[in-house]
T-cell receptor, first 113, second 112 residues
Framework: DTAVSQTPKYLVTQMGNDKSIKCEQN?????MYWYKQDSKKFLKIMFS???????INETVPNRFSPKSPDKAHLNLHINSLELGDSAGYFC????????????FGSGTQLSVL | GENVEQHPSTLSVQEGDSAVIKCTYS??????FPWYKQELGKRPQLIID?????GEKKDQRIAVTLNKTAKHFSLHITETQPEDSAVYFC???????????FGKGTRLSVIA
């Protein structure tokens, strides 16, 4: 059983398009996240949700909108894709926030042409 | 907010040698320090972690040490093997609702 599953694994699209990445966790965790990993491999937090409520929203363009229909799912929708959005996107979950282990999804490699 | 610095950014060692990666953090209230390993094309995975009430923890060939006074912690890998080649990330957990803050990663290459 995959603990944190994320789809699609690869996403190639044209500038200006809108795309979504889905994430689901079956660990019963309360908190879910989206991290962005750039070409230098730096992992940067984008959003954090606890029990479907947004608790962290780092400096991310409004084109990025997370949606949490329930605490097991956190999807990421991106409008009007730009070249600079090309990166790896990782979903993760943890039981709480402070002092908790993160479990990552398998990642989505987004390429905007 | 918390800031985590990680060194070196790249590290090459001969198979069988030891590797050491060092991190410093800025928030003295941070209390949990995990290390993640990310192989090429894969997800980051937790390999070892340490909490602020412990100075050292070991798991087979991997150990982590924590110096709270100096606000630094290190990952030690002994008897390195080619399969240890990966990017390693340290992280620190500040108090409250702040997610893990990651270092910028160390690319470890173990040369056979």
């Amino acid at each position: 059983d995959t603990a944190v599953s994320q789809t699609p694994k690869y996403l190639v699209t044209q500038m200006g398009n809108d795309k979504s990445i889905k994430c689901e966790q079956n660990l019963g965790h309360d908190t879910m996240y989206w991290y962005k990993q750039d070409s230098k491999k730096f992992l940067k937090i984008m959003f954090s949700y606890n029990n479907k409520e947004l608790i962290i929203n780092e400096t991310v363009p409004n084109r990025f909108s997370p949606k949490s229909p329930d605490k097991a799912h956190l999807n990421l929708h991106i409008n009007s894709l730009e070249l600079g959005d090309s990166a790896g996107y990782f979903c993760a979950s943890s039981q709480g926030v402070e002092g908790e282990k993160l479990f990552f999804g398998s990642g989505t490699q987004l390429s905007v042409l | 907010g918390e800031n985590v610095e990680q060194h070196p950014s790249t590290l090459s060692v001969q198979e069988g040698d030891s590797a050491v990666i060092k991190c410093t953090y800025s928030d003295s209230a941070s209390n949990y320090f995990p290390w993640y390993k990310q192989e090429l094309g894969k997800r980051p995975q937790l390999i070892i972690d340490i909490r602020s009430n412990v100075g050292e923890k070991k798991d087979q060939r991997i150990a982590v040490t924590l110096n709270k006074t100096a606000k630094h912690f290190s990952l030690h890998i002994t008897e390195t093997q080619p399969e240890d080649s990966a990017v390693y990330f340290c992280a620190a957990s500040p108090p409250g609702n702040t997610p893990l803050v990651f270092g910028k990663g160390t690319r470890l290459s173990v040369i056979a």
